[in-house]
């Protein structure tokens, strides 16, 4: 199919938040680089941080070709309120524990994701995802080792990964906050099925681990349709951090 | 403990029979017998015999490289968050993630040498164990980034390009690895400065600006001159050149890329004479680079804190790791 | 799984593309092979620079490194093709016969084998 058939403004809206959501969380992530826990481990997740840049670029680029726009004044010339990433990444890096429970659900969130956009009519994407679900298989395989570990080691490790799982509650869900023009997409045979649909599948996918592991399912994320507006101070923060190179000379070359 | 080496493919019939110094001599024996061995050229493992002097000076060698490697992402790390497009930010990425990979690797071969990597890392922490002068000095904006990556670690390559042959094989195979991937570093540090060096006035200025500021410790980096017959890193084989001569070939590469860019080398004696065909320069200041290196230097202390902090905040990830994956 | 009470060194061993020989690539310290894995993963694979790893812990190796049966004293270059020099003798034969000494083969032949 070509592009032209399908509205922009519906797969925007779609490249869109996974963009975001690749740019945030591989930026957030980079934060461990140098101060993880063991140096192998701090190599290990500095290339799960360049993988989703890596992914971001690449739907940025994907994006900025749609629009006729360069990727990286998509990436990084817009005010905070502008990024449609998911709440679930708007909380800031935390402890060990924190960042191995986001990217759990994430990571989690983002494989059902890419299932469903997997042979699309769109063959610019459908090529991407088939990239992308490879490189996921990674991060998924990797985090999961931590999510055991921290979950079974009675004491310390797991008492925080519960504090961690606590916080996220009301957002661990919003990687399935409706798109805008979800139903285009559909039609179009771009996504297989709905956001509620691809929500349910992953509740199905991560049920048995978190059983096995006996940590609390995350409920409904409160506030679903707002899912990806409404972003906190951590990632204004982190956008004041990212922007600030850029914002002290507009328009230059980097 | 047994030595991974003995399984090379590559060997050649006559290259590695066992030492003569391995055998059950008297110490002085033993100790010209090694001698003799590594300055003829030879190579020693982690598993042959070794003077106590060569392995604490082998061990000093490696710890302040491995050191230097982890302090020196630091500087960087902050610059991270900060780099203003997708392909910088990843490339930047990268580098550091390269940095620590580079520290990971010598402190492996440092420990093999039988010092725990918790008591390297208690020993920089304490002040008891140095890093490079470099790594002490603040970065305070994005064209510093660019020019540590371009020319402290040119400055670093050229020393570790002489490595490569030290008699301490692990060493030498060890640099072999970190030079590859360190000529990429530079060519990352070389573009950033060369994008901001034909830019707007402001991004000329800043980096200018950098290099008035990174000039100093760049020159004083690879240490004071001394006479050949008192290093006894040189007597060993450790490593092969002096610090005047590694000065040296950093100049006669840097020097004409840092004019084909038009930036001005901050200073005014430092010229080429073509008769004896060396740099002669104003003299580093080495009071400085005692007092940096001695941990005095303007982030010393912020840095060995902020590491300090690091280590205790994620001490329960490795405590919980070393469980192994059940819990008892 | 028993736990390590440290962390050990696992070896690394690397297969640069299709059909080369695994080679010794380093170490790296983890407390068990799963992680070991990833690790290696990390430190030897991650710019795409390998085909296959294979990851041992250190302890598992056996190494053999004595001299006695490694280089054995007494000649054996009847078993090395640098055991067998020729040149003189065929010189002496090509002197007979009148005989040329036959052209080195080329690796390019225009017709295959």
Known sequence: ????????????????????????????????????????????????????????????????????????????????????????????????????????????????????????????LSDLVAKLIREERYHLMHVGVWLNRLAHHDGEARTRLLVALRELRPDAATVFTPLPH????????????????????????????????????????????????????????????????????????? | MTDPRALEPILGPRERTKPAFNEELPHDERFALFEAHVMAGGKVEATDWMPDEYRAAVLRFVEMHANSELMGVLPEREWLMRAPTLRRKLALTAKVQDEVGHAQLLYRVAEDLGKPREQMFDDLLAGKTKFHNVFHYPTVGWADVGMIAWLVDAAAIVAQQALRD??????????????????????????????????????????????????????????????????????????????????????????????????????????????????????????????????????????????????????????????????? | MPAAAELEAWEVFRQEKDGDPMRHGGSVMAPDAELATHYARELFGRRQESVRLWVVRRGDILDLADPDLLQPPLDRSYKKPGGYVMRDKLAAAREISGGSKPRARSSRRTTST
């Open chain 2, 166 to 328: 030290s008699s301490y094989a692990p060493y030498a195979r060890t640099m072999r690895k970190i030079c590859w991937e360190e000529s990429v570093h530079i060519m990352h540090g070389r573009d950033v400065v060369t994008t901001m060096a034909t830019g707007s006035p402001m991004q000329r200025a800043a980096i200018q600006d950098a290099l008035d500021r990174w000039w100093g410790p760049l020159m004083q980096m690879h240490g004071p001159r001394s006479p050949r017959e008192k290093d006894r890193d040189l007597h060993w084989r450790i490593k092969a050149r002096t610090s005047e001569e590694l000065r040296q070939e950093f100049l006669t590469i840097y020097v004409p890329r840092i004019r084909e860019l038009g930036l001005v080398i901050p200073d005014p004696a430092l010229e080429y004479a073509e008769e004896p065909g060396e740099w002669t320069y104003s003299e580093p200041d080495w009071s400085e680079l005692r007092t940096v290196v001695t941990n005095h230097g303007p982030m010393s202390q912020a840095r060995l804190a902020f590491r300090r902090l690091a280590r205790d905040e994620t001490r329960w990830v490795r405590e919980t790791i070393l469980a192994g994956p059940r819990a008892a």
């Open chain 1, 182 to 254: 979800e139903d285009t997409l559909i039609e179009a045979g771009i996504l297989e099925a709905p956001m509620s649909e691809l929500e349910r599948r992953w509740r199905e996918t991560i049920g048995p681990v978190f059983a096995d592991l006996d940590l609390p399912m995350p409920p409904a994320a409160t506030e679903l349709d707002r899912g990806r507006l409404d972003h906190r101070e951590a990632f204004r923060w982190l956008w004041g951090e990212f922007t600030s190179v850029r914002r002290s000379e507009p328009g230059a070359t980097w």
């Open chain 1, 1 to 124: 199919m070509t592009v032209a058939a399908i509205p922009t403004i519906a797969l925007d809206g779609l490249l869109r938040s996974m963009a975001d959501d690749e740019f945030v969380i591989g930026f957030s992530d980079s934060e461990w680089t140098g101060i993880a826990p063991i140096l192998e481990e701090d190599v290990a997740m500095s290339s799960l941080a360049q993988d989703e840049l890596g992914h971001a670029t690449a739907l940025f680029g994907l994006l900025g070709e749609l629009l006729g726009e360069d990727p990286n004044a998509i990436a990084y010339d817009r005010q905070p309120e502008h990024y449609r990433h998911c709440r679930l990444l708007d909380h800031a890096r935390g402890d060990w524990a924190m960042t191995i429970a986001r990217r759990y659900l994430y990571d989690s969130a983002d494989a059902v994701r890419l299932d469903a956009l997997a042979g699309g009519s769109w063959a610019p």
